[in-house]
């Protein structure tokens, strides 16, 4: 009995350390971005662009899990007098392979003249990393 017990024991235990190492994945982690403000050139450099906007991005983070969900905490500022709606086609994320990603849809932020805001935002699963956000055309 004692045998079956420690048995039982041992498989609950090894069920935990599982659960706890699946849930450790899901972990979202700042990465380097060391191409930041560097002036890259892709090919399909004219593929996607953000939109037309009176946003100046002021810094930004990438940030990522595991399973290769992007993110990013964007601070952006609206450079116009007049009140803004920031939307996802107003940033692109460029990767690692060169291709660019629009921002997964979100509900607009609005934001006054000259007002500042910090946001994070989702790319989704991309298989290569974010190396620089894009605001401007």
Do not use: W
């Not at 002021?58 to 500022?77: C, H, P, W």
């Not at 007098?81 to 509900?107: I, K, P, T, Y």
Request: glycine share 6%; hydrophobic share 40%.
């Amino acid at each position: 009995m004692s045998r079956m017990f420690a048995v039982l024991m041992m498989i609950l235990f090894s069920g935990c350390v599982f659960a706890f190492d699946n849930e450790k994945d899901k972990s979202i982690r700042f990465e380097e971005t060391p191409l930041k403000n560097a002036d890259i050139h892709c090919d399909n450099d004219d593929d996607l662009l953000p939109e037309r906007n009176d946003f100046e991005l002021i810094d930004y983070s990438v940030m990522s899990n595991e399973q290769g969900e992007r993110f990013a905490l964007v601070t952006i500022k609206n450079k116009s007098s007049g009140q803004r709606f920031f939307v996802n086609n107003d940033l692109v994320a460029l990767l690692g392979n060169c291709s660019r990603v629009l921002a997964h849809e979100f509900e607009p932020y609005r934001l006054n003249g000259g007002e500042q805001i910090t946001k994070q935002i989702y790319f989704g699963f991309q298989r290569y990393p974010i190396v620089k956000l894009l605001m401007d055309r």
